[in-house]
């Protein structure tokens, strides 16, 4: 996409195109910006695309408008970016779609070529910009999957982490030093590059190192610390591994950037040929970014069958301190400002817009979020996977939603969501704030470190806005893969009116025998739901567990829990009724 300069620059030598009659544009990436968007002659960008639609947006829209994709890929070097002026009126609707039968690409990744064979089974690749400190990414792919960042211990290793001996904050929040088994660490170069990962009960921890001490097991964190989430907050016996140094890499599929040098090294798979392989590094951390104001919303705006892939996601200055569900404090107090990782779509103050049949995969971030003031949209029939956090988000992550905020009436179905928390660990499927009347229908959730679907945003039962969401007919297995606290469906806050019919919840965990791991986990303030039809079995703890509110708090009519035959007929029905197998939509 050209940048700010280049698009200047045509914007004035291109005329407008003649668009008086026009309902249809076309892009490729074979096409030129210069040329006038029909289908013989298409525009190259998304975002020359972009300026013709606003420019029909600005005379008054007099019918739907349609940009268009041609298939093969569109290099962003930045998020494509919608506001108000790019929005659809009540009446009209603006599309960005695939061009039928063709495979569409919005990446923010870059190929990595010129690989050489290094020493033994490495390889290596001089990186354009990283000594020169313009790139810096944590994630790589090859031939479409996500390789891993050198580590120790090595993640299938027998025992893949180190237990903590020590984990000491100063009260000052000048220091914090963790401490060490003997022979757990070596005197490793590049410490500053070095990143340890704690492993907590709900979210995880991933801070930089200052300095380490091979002899007294000792390791320094690099400031700037905060405070830590009391349960998530390292200390002695919490498991944790070393991540991003060159003595790490000692297996194939691991890598490492060398960010002094900008040399990328790489052992590969067997059967991988380096010469032939697609190497893709993620270069932006978001791919479009669709944002009106509380006094003029984005309307009728609509994107179908596109593949999103490859983004990063920087670390903070102060490391990774999970809070919950990939958000985490940005300031001194976990419960005061926070934030939540990036995601590849952010969508606020947003109206009767929609997200169908497309894919979003290979992530260093999130997947698509509706933040503030999001009405009545649908996220419909997409296909999400290999994501490093959450997967779809609706809602501010507070602490509080002011009224004109709050989100309200939006539709997420048929979606299929896996593979999410690939990097943090605490990411969850589907996850729903302070929200009003949220559908979350239809969608299959599995392989998951932590929880399918989170709905509420308050530790008590003090009233907020949320209320009235409804979870129905939803298909989640094989969760809670890694932590521990929580479910296939996790609730919390007082939230009136919501409903939970119909899903099927199994292999929670299974193997595991753990308490704190359930099929529905009612929390802190979940009172006055109705609760029917659903079928939950073969969980590491009960079917059902409640904290600070109790059974008799909510209406229950024709579940099915545990594990016999009856329940497992009871799942089939759901399935049947549901008809979730052939409701998921993947795009082109």
């Not at 757990?184 to 990143?195: G, H, P, R, S, V």
């Not at 309200?408 to 979606?415: D, E, W």
């Amino acid at each position: 996409m050209p940048d700010k300069k280049v698009q200047a620059l045509i914007s004035k030598a291109v005329p407008p195109v003649s668009s008086e009659n026009r309902s249809v544009f076309h892009v490729s990436p074979r096409g030129n910006d210069t040329h006038g968007g029909t289908k013989e002659a298409p525009f190259r960008t998304i975002e020359r695309a972009k300026e013709e639609v606003r420019r029909m947006v600005a005379t008054g829209l007099r019918g739907p408008v349609t940009v268009l994709l041609r298939g093969g890929v569109y290099e962003l070097s930045a998020p494509l970016t919608f506001g108000p002026q790019d929005s659809g009126t009540e009446e009209h609707s603006i599309t960005y779609a695939a061009y039928p039968d063709e495979k569409v690409v919005v990446s923010g990744g870059r190929v990595i070529r010129g690989w050489k064979r290094g020493e033994g089974q490495l390889w290596t690749a001089a990186v354009p910009g990283v000594r020169e400190g313009k790139w810096h990414f944590r994630h790589l792919f090859v031939n479409n999957r996500r390789a891993t960042r050198a580590r120790t211990p090595n993640k299938d290793a027998k025992t893949p982490y180190v237990l903590l001996q020590d984990a000491l904050l100063s009260g000052d929040l000048k220091s914090f030093i963790f401490g060490f088994p003997p022979g757990a660490l070596e005197n490793w170069k590049n410490q500053a590059d070095i990143e340890v990962i704690t492993i907590g009960i709900w979210g995880i921890n991933r801070k930089r190192v200052e300095s380490l001490d091979a002899q007294t097991g000792k390791v320094t964190l690099a400031p700037p610390h905060s405070p830590l989430v009391s349960q998530n907050r390292p200390k002695r016996g919490q498991s944790c591994f070393f991540e991003n140094a060159r003595e790490f890499l000692d297996q194939p599929g691991e890598w490492h950037l060398d960010r002094a040098t900008g040399v990328l090294t790489y052992w590969p798979l067997p059967g991988e040929n380096m010469v032939q392989a697609e190497t893709i590094a993620p270069a932006i951390t978001s791919l479009m970014v669709v944002s009106g104001t509380q006094e003029k919303h984005v309307r009728n705006l609509h994107f179908r069958a596109i593949r999103f892939e490859y983004t990063d996601w920087a670390l903070p200055a102060t490391g990774y301190l999970e809070c919950q569900a990939c958000v985490f404090p940005t300031g001194r107090l976990w419960y005061g400002p926070r934030d939540r990782i990036d995601a590849a779509i952010r969508w606020n103050y947003v109206d009767s817009s929609s997200l169908t049949a497309c894919s979003l995969s290979h992530l260093g971030g999130g997947g698509i979020e509706l933040v503030k003031g999001c009405y009545h949209n649908r996220i419909e029939s997409n296909l999400i996977f290999d994501v490093s956090a959450n997967g779809v988000m609706v809602g501010d992550p507070g602490p509080k939603v002011e009224p004109p905020d709050v989100s309200k009436g939006n539709r997420i179905a048929n979606n299929h969501i896996h593979s999410c928390g690939a990097d943090f660990y605490g990411a969850i499927g589907i996850w729903v704030g302070v929200t009003e009347g949220t559908l979350i229908t239809h969608n299959l959730i599995h392989d998951l470190p932590y929880t399918g679907i989170s709905v509420g945003w308050q530790w008590n039962a003090d009233p907020t806005p949320c209320k009235a969401n409804i979870v129905e007919y939803n298909h989640v297995h094989d969760t809670m893969k890694r932590l521990r606290d929580g479910g296939g469906i996790y609730t919390l806050g007082l939230q009136p009116g919501t409903t939970i019919r119909g899903n099927l919840i199994r292999d929670i965990s299974a193997g595991r025998r753990d308490g704190s791991i359930n099929g529905l986990y009612l929390d802190e303030g979940s009172n006055g739901f109705l609760i029917e039809s659903n079928v939950i079995f073969s969980t590491a703890g009960a079917p059902v567990r409640h904290n600070r509110n109790s059974p008799a708090g909510h209406t229950w009519k024709d579940n099915f829990f545990g594990d016999n035959e009856a329940r497992r007929e009871g799942a089939r029905q759901i399935i049947d009724t549901a008809g979730l197998d052939g409701a998921i939509g993947t795009g082109n």
